[in-house]
């Protein structure tokens, strides 16, 4: 059985060439591997009363001895065909006109060649259509061609040379073309089966594309990359890009697809200095100069953007590689060098910064920078690796030069150590390094540029602000940036409100933080509080102020601000800046985010440092390496936002941190700090998760040695979660500190001097947790006691009187704890029922009864306490009958009692 055939994503030249190839083989079955996009089986539908198209199931695949490939001339994009193509003894034809790659989806060209297959025959010419090619076949053979088979023919050429009008096109394509117009060729039907009206998500999809482009300049030419994403879009991406193409004018164009899982990369040229071909099977995939396309599996959008970058830097022809500008030898340091060494290696060679190299391998970068400040801090004595960069550009010796302007651009590096492939040895060698005095002398050469509509019109988040934020907080926003544009100042909201503005996280209830630039925070401040009729506190140490809410919020005000640190852990020396190094000093990047709120700018989104890259990738990181040296805070806080946000710690961050561990940087941070993020951790539904990480770090074992964390205290504190769930369900007034019974939970290892020490340590305050940890051990007994009962079964009044002195978190850790359905029983009736129990009579009650002011009176009443604990009275009167028996049994306790 004979079988023509095709790639699974079939277009027009695939219909034509398959019809064009059932004239050489007319005994051949036509068979489609794959589905067809509407308008398309509309046309094969047309063609239904001159040429039958099987189904793939009505194929008996094994019957199969000969498979004509057209459109396409190897194996990966065959559908069930592939299988087929493969097996011994089945002869392949091939007819196409792809050099290299054969057909992706959404209408690209993607890898594939026939190197896998052995056809016995191969007609592969570098026409503009695999119609050409075929046409010419049959023009050759004196084959007669109908009007009809013509027609169909043609609208493959017209297809993919764009009417015979892209640089595809070749004199061949024309030539094809006269034959079939004078087989009788109608151009009408043609244009009729091309036409194509855009349907409403096509729109938008061109709409999506066009709003995200930005033009490069790479080595002198203009190239155009566009992105959006097609999670629900099944239609021809490839149409698009030549709409683009048009209404651009752009001589070249790439547009990002994203589909989820992976990122479709489309490529069109027409100049001769981009060849979206070699581009393209850079990154795995293959086509023409002039059109192209490739898949980039399990990325992100950004990272497949900075990865066509990457290739368009690589195969657009600039002249000069990183060899022709390094400096060389580099000098280099060892791993075990210590800080005051490399300070002092620094210093003698007049240089700012110099790579780490182990037996002449690349291990980080270290800075004159951070090594002067770690050097400050009492870290000379410890090695570079204590906080050298590790995850640093670098560039090989054959780098172009116009990549390596590209990382100065968009990393900012001080120094790009210049790699260099050692035979047989891995890794690279430090071959050189690229200096600044080299990297001015590129800059002055000219730059990349990226501009375009993004970067000419800014993000504006106002219309999200009014969405998501009530009336209330809008309004308060829109005035504090009337109130300053009055000043003439900038006011900016930042950090965690921006953020979870983006994340469309909870902001029902939130404290703000307001940055003021080129002017006084707290000037501002009382402005605006004046205004507001609120109240204001300000800190003139660190130029901050405070304005609280009638709600019991509050808005931190800060005059945009540098800070740096006396000792590790300390509090921050503050000095005034500019919003930039303001959010420079912030803890991670996704935290650099600002919000203009003068009028004229209101809801513009500042984005400095890449923080929107870091939240679509849902990724922690720090702004600098001696980020958690300067305050250890952030190691808690990293995992914390980690766990929260379900993102992950960064590879060099979370390096940061294990090198911290090693350092101990917790032993001069102050107690308060580590205990109010530690706090922060506990409010959260991921603290478990939080506590697990912190553990695995070995960050728990700095807050004390003894705090580990296990499938045991897991348990334990998800049975604490439910114990907190069903004591809400109870409605009572009094509401528990949830974080303090996780507290109680996460310490519980530690016996009482341990706890204790801890306590002093984090220097707890709060009269309610004071009192809990200090009972924490009686409360234990209490709970032994409840446990073993010698065969006693415990009264209601001697459980109260067990569990009366502890606070509600107390107890409820307890009952959390319990593991003998006993003390459940007793711990789960104390707090749902016990605690909560009153008598009827008051003292004035027994003062009527005749009991005589004085002592007398609260011994009945605890006596009467107890026998309605113990279910021996119940209503009042039960509580009158048993007052006048005990009044009977001492009678000088009344009135006139002799």
């Known amino acids: 059985m004979e079988v023509i055939t095709s790639h699974t994503n079939a277009d027009f030249d695939t219909f034509a060439s398959m019809v064009a190839a059932k004239k050489l083989y007319p005994q051949a079955h036509l068979v489609f591997s794959g589905s067809l996009e509407k308008r398309l089986k509309n046309a094969v539908e047309a063609a239904s009363p001159f040429y039958t198209f099987e189904k793939i199931k009505d194929i008996a695949l094994d019957k199969v001895t000969r498979l004509i490939l057209v459109d396409v001339r190897g194996v990966g994009r065959l559908g069930p065909f592939d299988a087929v193509a493969k097996r011994e003894g089945v002869d392949i034809h091939i007819y196409d006109h792809h050099l290299e790659g054969g057909i992706a989806p959404l209408g690209g060209i993607a890898p594939s060649g026939d190197k896998d297959l052995k056809p016995s025959v191969s007609v592969i010419k570098p026409y503009g259509s695999t119609a050409t090619v075929l046409t010419h076949i049959l023009k050759e053979r004196a084959i007669v061609i109908t009007p009809d088979e013509a027609t169909i023919i043609m609208s493959g050429i017209y297809e993919d040379t764009g009417s015979l009008g892209f640089p595809t096109t070749t004199v061949k394509d024309y030539e094809a073309a006269g034959h079939l117009l004078s087989s009788g060729a109608d151009l009408n039907e043609v244009s009729r089966l091309l036409r194509k009206e ?22 002198g030419t203009e190239v155009l990359i566009a992105e959006g994403y097609i999670e629900s879009h099944t239609g021809d991406i490839s149409l698009l890009a030549h709409r683009i193409l048009d209404i651009e004018n752009a001589d070249s164009l790439f547009l990002l697809a994203d589909s989820k899982d992976r990122v479709h990369i489309i490529g069109r040229s027409r100049t001769s200095q981009v060849d979206a071909g070699a581009i393209a099977r850079a990154l795995g995939g293959g086509g023409h100069p002039q059109a192209a396309s490739a898949t980039l599996k399990g990325v992100t959008l950004i990272q497949a953007r900075e990865t066509l970058l990457a290739a368009l830097r690589r195969h657009v022809k600039t002249g000069g590689t990183a060899a022709d500008i390094m400096s060389f030898p580099p000098i280099t340091m060892r791993p075990e060098t210590t800080i005051a060494d490399a300070v002092e290696l620094l210093r003698r060679y007049n240089i700012n910064a110099a790579p780490v190299a182990q037996k002449g391998a690349l291990s980080g970068i270290i800075t004159k920078q951070i090594a002067d400040k770690a050097l400050f801090h009492g870290l000379g004595g410890a090695p570079v690796t204590t906080c050298m960069t590790t995850e640093c550009e670098t560039v090989s010796d054959d780098t172009p030069v116009e990549e390596i302007r590209v990382k100065i651009i968009a990393h900012g590096g001080r120094l790009l150590p210049v790699l260099k492939e050692r035979k047989g040895v891995l890794p690279p060698l430090v071959a050189g390094v690229i200096t600044r005095t080299d990297l001015l002398k590129l800059l002055q050469e000219g730059l990349m540029e990226a501009v375009g509509k993004a970067a000419k019109n800014p993000r504006r988040l106002a219309r999200l602000m009014q969405e998501r934020l009530s009336p209330q907080t809008f309004n308060m926003l829109k005035e504090a940036g009337e109130v300053a544009d009055g000043l003439g ?16 996280e909870n902001l029902d209830a939130l404290d703000m933080d307001i940055v003021i630039e080129n002017g006084s925070g707290m000037v501002f401040a009382e402005q605006f509080a004046a205004k507001k009729g609120l109240a204001v506190k300000t800190h003139p140490r660190f130029k901050t102020a405070v304005i609280g809410l009638p709600d019991g919020f509050k808005i931190d005000v800060a005059t945009a601000r540098l800070e740096y640190y006396d000792r590790p852990g300390a509090l921050p020396t503050v000095e005034q800046s500019s919003l930039k190094l303001d959010l420079y000093r912030r803890d991670f990047i996704i935290n650099t985010l600002a919000i203009a709120l003068n009028p004229a700018r209101l809801g513009e989104l500042i984005d400095f440092f890449g923080a929107q890259k870091d939240l679509k990738e849902k990724t922690i990181r720090v702004l600098h390496n001696l980020s958690f040296v300067e305050d250890p805070v952030r190691m808690l806080r990293a995992v914390r936002f980690a766990e929260k946000f379900g993102f992950s710690i960064g590879k060099h961050t979370l390096n940061l941190i294990k090198n911290s561990v090693k350092l101990d940087v917790f032993r001069q941070l102050t107690g308060v700090r580590l205990f109010e993020e530690l706090k922060n951790i506990l409010k959260e539904d991921s603290a478990h998760k939080s506590l697990k990480r912190l553990h695995e770090l070995g960050i728990l074992a700095l807050i004390h040695k003894d705090m580990t964390w296990g499938v045991e205290r897991e348990a334990f504190f998800a049975r604490a979660k439910q114990t907190l769930v069903w004591h809400e369900l109870l409605y009572t007034k009094e509401k528990p500190s949830g974080w303090l019974v996780s507290f109680l939970v996460t310490t519980d290892e530690l016996k009482g001097p341990e706890l204790q020490t801890l306590s002093k340590r984090l220097n707890i305050s709060g009269k ?6 200090g009972v924490r ?27 009366r002195p502890f606070p509600l978190e107390v107890n409820l850790y307890l009952l959390a704890k319990a593991k003998k359905e006993p003390a459940k029983k007793a711990l789960s009736l104390f707090i749902s029922t016990l605690s909560a129990a009153e008598t009827f009579l008051k003292g004035r009650d027994l003062k009527k009864m005749g009991v005589s002011e004085g002592p007398a009176i609260g011994e009945i009443l605890e006596s009467v306490f107890r026998k309605r604990l113990d279910n021996e009275v119940i209503t009042k009167e039960d509580e009158e009958r048993f007052v006048e028996e005990l009044i009977k049994k001492k009678p000088s306790d009344k009135k006139g009692a002799g």
Do not use: C, Q, W
């Open 198 to 219: 855009m349907t409403p998500s096509e729109v938008a999809l061109l709409d999506e594309f066009l709003r995200s482009e930005i033009k490069y300049a790479v080595g």
């Open 489 to 504: 100042i900038n006011a900016y909201a930042v950090g965690g409100f921006v953020r979870d503005l983006l994340l469309r």
């Open 768 to 773: 309610k947790t004071l009192v809990a940890v």
């Open 777 to 803: 051990d009686d409360a234990l007994k209490a709970l032994s006691r409840l446990t073993v009962t010698s065969g006693h079964t415990l009264k209601n009044s001697e459980v109260y009187a067990l569990l």
